[in-house]
C-alpha cells in the first residue's frame, strides 16, 4: 500500500533512541487483551492479514504481527521524535485520561475532549487562538490589571472554555511532526487531517480499522482499557527520551511556574497598597484625634491637651460686660419705646435684662406690643 511518507527503517533509526525500549511479550499482550477483535460481521476486510483466527464470532488478532509492527512504530517514533514534537489523539471515554497522562508524562501534545476541528488545515487561526488563550492565563494570574470585575468574570469563563479544547495543544506554535491515534475510526476527521498536510500517523487499529489510512498501523484491541495502557506507555517513553519531549515538559513547568509567580506578585502588591492604606487611614485618624504620627508609619498616642478653662471664663466675661453695657439703641427698638425706657431711667441693655413682662407694662409708655418687642430684642 501506498503510505503518505516514507517509512522510516530500523537502520535509519538511532539505536540509542530505541535501544533500551522493552518490547511487551506474548503474554504480556494476551493478559492486556490486546488479541480481542470486533464480531465478524463488524470487521474491516483490509484488516484480514492482521486477524489469526476467529472464535465464537470474534475475530483474534495475530499478535506476533502486532509485535512486529509495534518495534517498527517504536523505530519511526524514535527518527520522528528527533525533528520535533508529537501529538497524542484519543478523545473516547476510555482513552482520554491516559492520553493526557502519558503525553504530558513524556513531552507530548494532547487533545483527548474533542478534536479542534482545523487543528491541521487551518493552523494558524487555531494558533492565535492558543496564544490568545496563554496570554489571558498571565492576564488573570497578574490580578486582571485595568479591568472590571465583569471583564475578569468573562475572562475566566472564556480561559475555563478554551482550555476544555486546547489546554494538551499550547505552545504548539508548528505542526506536530507525527501523531499518535488511538482509535482511527473514532479519530477519522484528525487522521484525514494529518495525511491532507502529510503528518504520518501512528494508529492502534482493531479489526473495524482500515490500515491503509495509517503510516504505522498498530494491530491491536483498541477499546480495552489495559491494551490502550500498554500501547500508550511503550510510544510515551520512546517521546520522554527525545529533547523535544524534555524540552516541552520543561516549557509546561516554566509556564506553571510563571502564572504562580505572577499570582504571588500580585497578592504580595495588593498586601502592600492595602498595608498603606491603612496606615494612611490611621495618620488621618490620629491627626483628627489629637495623636501625632513618627517616623515608620507607627503611631503614638500622647496626652490631649486640656483646655484652658481660665481662659475661657474670662472671655465669657468679657462677652457679658459687653452685653450688660450695650445701649438700648442698639436692640433696634422703635423710637417710641426707646424714648419711653429711657424716661424710666432705663439706658443699658443690664438696666433691662431680668424684667418680666408685667413690670414692662408698668413703665409709663410702654404696653403689652411693647413689652413683647423688648423681651425679643433682649434675647
Same mark, same amino acid.
Given at each position: 500500500?501506498?503510505?503518505? @511518507? ?33 464480531? &465478524? ?20 488478532? /495475530? ?62 487561526? @487555531? ?5 490568545? +488563550? ?17 471583564? @475578569? ?19 504548539? /506554535? ?19 487531517? *494529518? ?19 495509517? /503510516? ?12 490502550? &495502557? +500498554? ?63 513618627? *517616623? ?75 413689652? /413683647?418687642?423688648?423681651?425679643? *430684642?433682649?434675647?
Amino acid at each position: 500500500m501506498e503510505k503518505t @511518507i516514507k517509512k522510516v527503517t530500523k537502520e535509519t533509526v538511532t539505536k540509542s533512541e530505541v535501544s533500551d525500549i522493552k518490547l511487551p511479550e506474548l503474554i504480556d499482550l494476551l493478559q492486556a487483551g490486546c488479541h480481542f477483535g470486533h464480531k &465478524k460481521s463488524a470487521w474491516n476486510p483490509r484488516m484480514k492479514q492482521y486477524i489469526y483466527d476467529e472464535r465464537n464470532g470474534i475475530h483474534i488478532i /495475530d499478535l506476533v504481527k502486532t509485535q512486529e509492527l509495534l518495534k517498527e512504530a517504536i523505530e519511526g517514533l524514535g527518527k520522528l521524535c528527533a525533528k520535533g514534537h508529537v501529538l497524542m489523539v484519543g478523545t473516547k471515554g476510555q482513552a482520554a485520561s491516559i492520553v493526557q497522562e502519558v503525553a504530558r508524562e513524556s513531552g507530548a501534545f494532547y487533545v483527548n475532549k474533542r478534536w479542534p476541528g482545523g487543528l491541521f488545515t487551518n493552523f494558524d487561526t @487555531i494558533k492565535r487562538s492558543i496564544q490568545g +488563550l496563554v496570554k489571558m492565563e498571565e492576564e488573570i494570574a497578574k490580578g486582571g490589571e485595568n479591568l472590571v470585575k465583569k471583564e @475578569i468574570i468573562m475572562m475566566q469563563k472564556e480561559i475555563t472554555k478554551l482550555n476544555m479544547i486546547y489546554e494538551g495543544i499550547k505552545f504548539m /506554535d508548528r505542526l506536530p511532526v507525527a501523531i499518535i491515534v488511538v482509535d482511527s475510526k473514532v479519530e477519522k476527521i484528525a487522521v484525514k487531517e *494529518a495525511r491532507k498536510v502529510g503528518i504520518p500517523v501512528i494508529s492502534m487499529i482493531d479489526t473495524n480499522s482500515d490500515p491503509d489510512l495509517i /503510516d504505522y498501523p498498530i494491530p491491536c484491541n483498541d477499546d480495552s482499557l489495559k491494551s490502550i &495502557k +500498554l500501547m500508550l506507555h511503550i510510544l510515551g517513553q520512546v517521546i520522554g527520551k527525545s529533547k523535544s519531549g524534555n524540552s516541552l515538559v520543561s516549557l509546561r513547568q516554566d509556564h506553571i511556574a510563571v502564572l504562580e509567580k505572577l499570582g504571588r506578585e500580585y497578592i504580595e502588591r495588593k498586601e502592600r497598597e492595602e498595608k498603606m492604606e491603612q496606615e494612611d487611614r490611621e495618620r488621618m485618624k490620629a491627626l483628627r484625634e489629637g495623636k501625632v504620627a513618627v *517616623a515608620k508609619g507607627t503611631v503614638v498616642r500622647v496626652v490631649k491637651k486640656e483646655k484652658d478653662l481660665t481662659e475661657d471664663i474670662k472671655k465669657a466675661e468679657e462677652v457679658k460686660m459687653a452685653n450688660d453695657s450695650k445701649s438700648i439703641d442698639d436692640l433696634g427698638l422703635s423710637a417710641r419705646i426707646v424714648k419711653a425706657l429711657k424716661e424710666a431711667g432705663i439706658k443699658t441693655l443690664v438696666d433691662i435684662t431680668g424684667k418680666k413682662k408685667e413690670q414692662l407694662i408698668e413703665i409709663k409708655g410702654i404696653g403689652e406690643k411693647a413689652a /413683647d418687642d423688648i423681651l425679643k *430684642a433682649i434675647k
